[in-house]
C-alpha cells in the first residue's frame, strides 16, 4: 500500500474529528452515515455520542503524528466544538425546502455538522476538545480510513 503523507494524514484527521465531535438530536442517522464511510469498521459510526444533544464541531487543528509504520498514522487534532440548547418557546416549524441544491464544486464528501443558525437551537458555549485519530488505509481500495482498533505504542 502507498505509505501516508504528513499532509495528507493531517487533513484527513481534522476532516474526522469535525465530523466525529458533531451531532444533533433533530437528524440522528446523519452522523452515522457521514462516519460510516470514513471508518475502518463501519459498526464504530454510533460510538462517541448518545444520541441526545447537539453540538457541532469546527475549526480542526492537527499537532502531533506518530507513526507507527508507513500505512499506520495516529495525528493528534484539536477541535472547536460549540454546545447547544432547545430554544424556547420552540420555534414554528420550518417550511419544506425544495429540492436539494447540486454538490458545490470540489465538494470532498458530506459532513455531520449542524447548521450554525437553527431557530430551534441556541448556542451555549465552545471548547477545544483533544482527541488522536488513528489513520490506516483500506486494504481493498486504499482509501484512508480512521481505525479505533489500532493502538498507539506511544504513551500520549
Known amino acids: 500500500m502507498e505509505p501516508i503523507s504528513d499532509h495528507e494524514a493531517a487533513a484527513f484527521a481534522g476532516r474526522f474529528a469535525a ?47 506518530y507513526r507507527s509504520s508507513e500505512t499506520v498514522v495516529f495525528v493528534e487534532v484539536v477541535v472547536r466544538a460549540t454546545t447547544y440548547a432547545r430554544a424556547c418557546p420552540p420555534p414554528e416549524p420550518p417550511e419544506p425546502r ?12 458530506p459532513s455531520c455538522a449542524p447548521s450554525e443558525s437553527d431557530p430551534g437551537w441556541v448556542a451555549v458555549e465552545a471548547n477545544w476538545l483533544r482527541m488522536t485519530v488513528p489513520i490506516t488505509r483500506d486494504p481493498d481500495d486504499g482509501r484512508l480510513v480512521v481505525d479505533p482498533h489500532l493502538v498507539s505504542d506511544q504513551s500520549s
Request: hydrophobic share 35%; aromatic share 6%.
Open 19 to 65: 465530523d466525529f465531535q458533531s451531532f444533533d438530536e433533530d437528524n440522528p442517522t446523519r452522523r452515522a452515515e457521514v462516519l460510516r464511510s470514513l471508518l475502518a469498521d463501519p459498526q464504530a459510526c454510533t460510538w462517541g455520542w448518545s444520541g441526545a444533544g447537539r453540538q457541532r464541531a469546527d475549526s480542526p487543528l492537527p499537532g502531533r503524528i
Open 98 to 109: 425544495g429540492a436539494a441544491e447540486s454538490e458545490p464544486a470540489g465538494a470532498v464528501g
